[in-house]
């Protein structure tokens, strides 16, 4: 008799998760997968969108076109998760399962900051990059600030990245010698894992006058003067502000009882949250790694892993090992490579290698093999 696994998100992590079951453990298994939304969209795309680039279209990858076997893809929104019975709720109805897999990424929650969703604009949503796509080409002149609102938030060097881009469009519009450009965030350095990570990432904006304000939170907005507040209490004038919202995990997660100090706590070696067979991986899990598709990615690999070891019994798998390479684009068509490892050793390592043009050719390779992986059996 098969084991049902409930596979809850079809992000980086769950769709990873579905593809290594459906490969090593078909005969074994059912993977039912459920997600609201009927397309997975790479939070780098929305870079591409917000630059006009490519358009939500272009970037989306339908879950119609999974074909995997033991796969079942349904489009609903989860309303309720049990994670003692390993019961789940939906719009449309509900689910057991014998293993159950939280990958509901994070949700963002821009009402926490006051002005922001009045007077501020982002890039960490679809619809957030599509309205900031239409805005950029009436911004000719003045202050742009890019500020991280809280932490943790996805994908570190995002808006570093989004900086580079922004200077490169300004720059062909022949207008960046009337802007300036600052990132502020609670942060010290901007990717905090390694000095050789962030020294890069700090010496590219120093090339290309970005100013980068550490240890400064922004916690509201002055709309009528346009002035952003700091923690504590300087005030930054803005014309236009672009900010990474406050994260948090999906409301039905919250009410679950599986979050404890926002995020699920899981076992960092095989994601096991407290409650038997049920694991947490990606960003809804507090597990010591950043907030990254190829943090959510590895997990999943571990997952599957300790499933496959207790489905035979053969004893624990090999630990998560909380490393990933991900990729920052520079602008000009450089994109640099950061390799990261969370817990192999005794601490955090990373460093940042190029930027070149070969590492832009491997970002579109990672891309693309996720999409052929993911969607065809
Ligand atoms: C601008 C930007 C750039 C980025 N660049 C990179 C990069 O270069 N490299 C990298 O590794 N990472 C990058 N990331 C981060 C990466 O996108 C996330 O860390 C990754 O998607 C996390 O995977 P996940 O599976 O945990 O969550 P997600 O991919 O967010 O998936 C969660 C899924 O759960 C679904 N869901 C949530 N609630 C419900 C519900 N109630 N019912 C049904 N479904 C629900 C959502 O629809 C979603 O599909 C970037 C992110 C952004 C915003």
Redesign the pocket.
């Known amino acids: 008799m098969k084991k049902n696994v409930l596979i ?8 990873e998760l579905t593809t290594r079951l459906s490969a090593s453990l078909a005969d074994e298994v059912h993977v039912t997968l ?4 009927d397309s ?1 969209v ?3 795309s ?2 591409d969108i917000m630059l006009g680039r490519r358009s939500s279209d272009e970037v989306r990858l339908y879950y119609k076109d999974i074909a995997k076997d033991a796969v079942d893809f349904h489009q ?4 309720s998760i049990d994670p003692v019975e390993r019961r789940v709720g ?1 719009e449309q109805g509900s689910y057991e399962a014998d293993m159950l897999a939280v ?5 963002y929650d821009p009402a926490a900051t006051p002005g922001f969703v009045e007077d501020g604009f982002e ?2 949503s679809v619809a957030g990059a599509e309205r900031l796509r239409d805005t950029l080409p009436t911004f000719d002149s003045g202050a742009l600030l890019i500020a991280v609102l809280g932490e943790p938030y ?2 570190p ?2 808006p570093f ?2 900086a580079f881009l922004l200077h490169d469009y300004l720059t062909v519009r022949g207008v960046r010698q009337e802007t300036s450009i600052r990132v502020s965030g609670p942060m010290e350095a901007p990717v905090p894992i390694a000095k050789e990570v962030s020294q890069p990432i700090l010496q590219g904006m120093i090339e290309r006058g970005i100013e980068f304000m550490p240890r400064s939170r922004v916690i509201g907005l002055d709309t009528k003067v346009r002035v952003a507040e700091l923690e504590g209490g300087e005030r930054v004038p803005y014309d236009l502000f672009i900010g990474v919202p406050i994260h948090r995990v ?3 997660v919250e009410a679950s009882g599986l979050a404890v100090d926002g995020w699920v706590p899981v076992d960092k070696r095989n994601l096991m949250t407290r409650f038997p067979n049920v694991y947490a ?4 899990a507090s597990a010591p790694v950043a ?6 990615e590895s997990a999943a690999r571990a997952v599957a892993e300790d499933i496959a070891a207790r489905l035979h019994g053969t004893g624990p798998s090999a630990p998560f090992d909380g490393a ?1 390479n ?3 684009e520079f602008g000009g068509q450089l994109v640099g490579k950061v390799e990261a490892n969370f817990l192999s050793g005794p601490k955090p390592t990373g460093r940042l290698l190029g930027p070149s043009r070969e590492f832009a050719r491997e970002k579109e390779l990672f891309t693309s093999s996720r999409r052929e992986r993911w969607f065809t059996g």
């Open positions: 809850l998100g079809a992000g980086f992590a769950g769709l459920i997600d609201q939304n997975f790479f939070g780098f929305k870079l609903e929104r989860i309303t939906t990958a509901l990424g994070a949700d890039y960490y996805k994908c060097p995002a990245e989004g999906p409301a039905v991986l990606g960003d809804v907030k990254a598709g190829v943090f959510a990933g991900c990729y920052i």
